[in-house]
């Protein structure tokens, strides 16, 4: 089994800047992306960004520029980290895990940290 631990969220300012971090433990073998997805109360979870095996990174467009998603192969770990903040960015970030062993995909969903901006 695969346990994903975020961390990192908090209060911050308009403007200011945040690092979360995803920990992966447990047996990962196979091809697999992790990425980070944020929720807003009463919307729907979207898609912030993915980082792939190899090192390739997608963005949703309204964090691109803004968010960086990073990666430590040894650690099993991959960060997001966020400048110039906007109060809209004020969500729960969840860390994913997709792996990919034929003939089936599984997903592994962190619990959640908060992040909010607000001055």
């Known amino acids: 089994q695969v346990q994903l631990v975020e961390s990192g969220g908090g209060l911050v300012q308009p403007g200011g800047s945040l690092r979360l971090s995803c920990a992966a433990s447990?047996?990962?073998?196979?091809?697999?992306?992790m990425g980070w997805y944020r929720q807003a109360p009463g919307k729907e979870r979207e898609l912030v960004g993915t980082?792939?095996?190899?090192?390739?990174?997608d963005y949703a467009d309204s964090v691109k520029g803004r968010f960086t998603i990073s990666r430590d192969n040894t650690k099993n770990t991959i960060w997001l980290q966020m400048n110039s903040l906007k109060p809209e960015d004020t969500a729960v970030y969840y860390c994913?895990?997709?792996?990919?062993?034929?003939?089936?995909?599984?997903?592994?969903w962190g619990q959640g940290t908060q992040v909010t901006v607000s001055s």
């Open positions: 994913k895990m997709t792996i990919w062993v034929v003939p089936v995909a599984r997903e592994y």
């Open positions: 447990g047996t990962i073998a196979g091809i697999f992306a």
């Open positions: 980082i792939y095996m190899n090192g390739n990174t």
